[in-house]
């Protein structure tokens, strides 16, 4: 039973990739979400066959039906990544009533922006505010129907709501300053309004975990960029990339990092 619920949650994450992959492509060149999905290459409009996640690009062998031309496999891995990180999520959480199927769903919302903005900010150095705001609105709903299904503390500092609220402001003031006395030279605002939607999913004191983890990642992986000569100092560093990955690490391991790492100071 638990193989079979495994793979519809699988396939279930794969049709939302596939929908992040239209997001992917259409936001960056300000196309409506909606509307039938076509070829890149020679626009013909793809038939239902086409459109099945993961199974039709294996099928097409990665090429256009139409045009024979490649499919970029980047459709293929969202599909993939996303069903792997749905599956994880149940898993890892094992939702046994109501509070686990929440806890749950705000999981897959937060792994899906979190993918998106890895993705977009990776490309094209953007990350929308549809997809970050969306985000907040529905972990914002998801934290309240926590609160007043499980502790029934919606309007404690100490709940999922109000306390990731908090989470989000804290979050995102050091982001605010720095982007402010730097003019943006140092950090886009969207690096800010990313925050607070970690705060908001994270929680206080996660989304410090997913932050550090960030910097630290980043800092690292520049220092390799700029001493192979692939980056200059003042080249741009889509940011956003090390803290989706870093915060969709930190959901899963965030709570066990922190022990460890409090344990080495000797707390």
């Known amino acids: 039973m638990e193989i079979f619920i495994g793979a519809i949650i699988f ?20 196309k409506k979400l909606t509307g039938r999905s076509a070829c890149e290459n020679c626009g013909a409009a793809l038939s239902a066959p086409e459109l099945v996640p993961l199974f039709s690009y294996i099928g097409l062998r990665g090429k256009c039906k139409n045009c024979g031309k490649d ?6 891995i969202v599909e993939f990544i996303t069903g792997f990180l749905f599956l994880a999520g149940w898993l890892f959480i094992q939702p046994q009533d109501l509070t686990g199927l929440m806890l749950l ?19 094209h150095f953007l990350i929308f505010d549809n997809v970050i705001f969306t985000g907040i609105v529905l972990a914002s709903i998801i934290n309240l129907v926590l609160d007043i299904t499980g502790t029934g503390s919606a309007f404690s500092i100490r709940g999922e709501f109000l306390g990731g609220l908090a989470a989000a402001v804290a979050a995102a003031l050091p982001f605010f300053i720095i982007w402010y006395i730097s003019k943006g030279s140092w950090m886009g605002f969207g690096d800010v309004k990313l925050a607070l939607f970690l ?3 994270l929680g206080i004191p996660l989304v410090g975990v997913g ?11 520049s220092i390799m960029l700029l001493l192979s000569g ?32 409090l344990a080495i100071l000797g707390f």
């Open 105 to 123: 769903l705000k999981w897959f919302v937060a792994l899906s922006v979190l993918l998106v903005v890895f993705v977009t900010d990776l490309e």
């Open 11 to 30: 396939m279930f994450g794969s049709v939302i990739g596939s929908f992040l992959n239209v997001v992917i492509l259409r936001l960056p060149k300000e």
């Open 211 to 221: 932050i550090f983890l960030a910097v630290i990642l980043g800092g690292a992986v």
């Open 230 to 261: 692939r980056k200059k100092l003042k080249s741009p560093v889509p940011f956003g990339v090390f803290l989706a990955f870093a915060s969709a690490f930190t959901l899963f391991y965030g709570g066990r990092f922190l022990n460890w790492y």
């Open 199 to 201: 705060g908001v999913v």
């Open 71 to 76: 499919i970029s496999p980047r459709y293929f």
